[in-house]
């Protein structure tokens, strides 16, 4: 990726580059110069999760809009889907989200949607990104042609009436107890709100933000004190959302953990059977588990496989016409309702298929056994190990000893300064090894550097 965005905008550690007020205030200008379409009034929705820092990236974002001419609703807290549902229903020209996602409060970032509610293209990306090095004053807005800023009301509740719309209007979640862990994050106020409304008993846990507890030790990425929560009041299911509410995951009532290859696999399912699944198949990303491949296969699905990144996802989705996807790490997109990862949407759909069934979470949602995986990160400062001759040499010994019933996939992280080593396969032990055996070739090469 470029200099400023990786996999899924720009993200950083707050006040540090590349996340300063002042490159802030720049991707306002940038963005809203590349979307000026027309002479009508241009319009921008600005939403955030609730990290101290996005008072902070918010009036830097707002500076830049306005200079470029544009006029700018300021949402608040709100979850990444409900800026991209804003998006389009308030006729806006761009729609900007500050989150870190499943990040420490510390870090921050920048997410942008087009007019259509979609994630930028990487083409976008990277005629703002060069923009951003550019001296582009002389372009601004005029004194008299200058944006607006103002706070919009009744936001959450288009967002909850969106969710809530796409069940079955006859469909309640009444009899059911759900624990929902809003990750101290951008949810706290919708996801619980919206499943009570529609019927549910609700325990909300995490949804207390002080700008420095989002993702700490909760959430989708820290699911044990809802797994311990789901026990405690005997609850029918567990959600777990993250920071900015774009991914989940599932606990059943036994507090088990349900992945986001499981909610594929469990939706995907349900929607063939309904006559509702296009395309013929699923897509997901290099990552997904080979079970969830073998299971699809079996119920005669495909699994398309993109690079790490839920946009990528997305524009594969587009390009062949499937409208389920998604990450493993829960973020899962149903095109026929949203335009990127909703984890509240997606939590919706499992509960359909536990009315519909009227069956517990456990007997539904494990759909496939998973093939023995490992996934282990390695930090670097800099340099690229992955160039290393002899890291290049041990890659390619690994994938000989995993064989055709195996996976291999090394990466860089998009979002954090690691490389992600991730192997698969029918033998534990092997893939263990392979892992081990990378990682300290890895470790080497980056400490020879």
Known sequence: MGRYFGTDGIRGRANKFPMTAEIAMRVGMAAGLSF?????????VLGKDTRLSGYMIENALVAGLCAAGMDVFLLGPIPTPA???????????IGVMISASHNP???NGIKLFGPDGYKL??????????MLDEDIEMALADSDGLGRAKRVDGVHDRYIEFAKRTLPRSMSLSGLRIVVDCANGAAYKVAPAALWELGAEVVAINDDPNGFNINKECGSTHPLG???????????????????ADRVVIVDENGEIVDGDQIMALIAESWLQNGRLAGGGVVSTIMSNLGLERFLEGIKLQLHRTK??????VEHMRAHGLNVGGEQSGHIVLSDFS?????LVSALQVLACIKRQNKPVSEISKKFEPVPQLLKNVRISGGAPLEDTQVKQAIDEARDRLGKSGRLVIRPSGTEPLIRVMAEGDDQKLVETVVD??????????NAA
């Open 308 to 313: 790490v990144g839920d946009r990528y996802v």
């Open 36 to 44: 000026h379409r027309g002479s009508h009034r241009h319009r921008v």
């Open 121 to 130: 293209s990487d083409e976008i990306e990277e005629r703002i990104e060069a």
């Open 437 to 446: 055996d990378l990682v300290t070739v890895i470790s080497q090469a980056r």
């Open 83 to 93: 800026v991209a549902m804003l998006v389009r229903s308030l006729r806006a020209d």
């Open 339 to 343: 335009t990127t990862g909703d984890g």
């Open 105 to 107: 409060y510390h870090d």
């Open 226 to 244: 809802l797994q311990k929560k789901v026990h405690e009041v005997r609850a029918d299911i567990g959600i777990a959302l993250d920071g900015d």
